[in-house]
């Protein structure tokens, strides 16, 4: 699925299901919320915090996946082409950091 395809689905998803979209402070609120569940689930089966029982079950990729919604939420709301915005991103990424990391002692 490419990125253009996915804000397409969760707009017709949000259409048919969802009734309408909720405000931009609500959804970056359970953005907020669901970036929270990813990081209790990191920090507790790869970081040293142990992992509670309540937790064993919970699927990371579930998680990833819910915070992708929201982000391709407001991403429609506010009408950014996530497509194009990461492009520029990494277009970005690469003029600043073409060699910094390379060049980083700490990286090797």
Do not use: P
């Amino acid at each position: 699925m490419q990125i253009k395809e996915a804000q397409e689905i969760v707009d017709q998803w949000i259409k048919e299901y969802g009734v309408r979209y909720f405000n931009e402070l609500t959804n970056l609120a359970m953005l907020t919320e669901e970036v929270g569940e990813v990081a209790r689930i990191i920090a507790r089966r790869y970081g040293e915090q142990s992992e509670k029982e309540s937790d064993k079950g919970k699927d990371l990729g579930d998680e990833f996946a819910d915070v992708l919604f929201v982000l391709i939420c407001l991403a429609n709301q506010t009408g950014v082409d996530l497509t194009k915005a990461l492009k520029k991103n990494l277009d970005k990424k690469t003029g600043r950091d073409s060699l910094r990391h390379k060049e980083n002692s700490k990286l090797k």
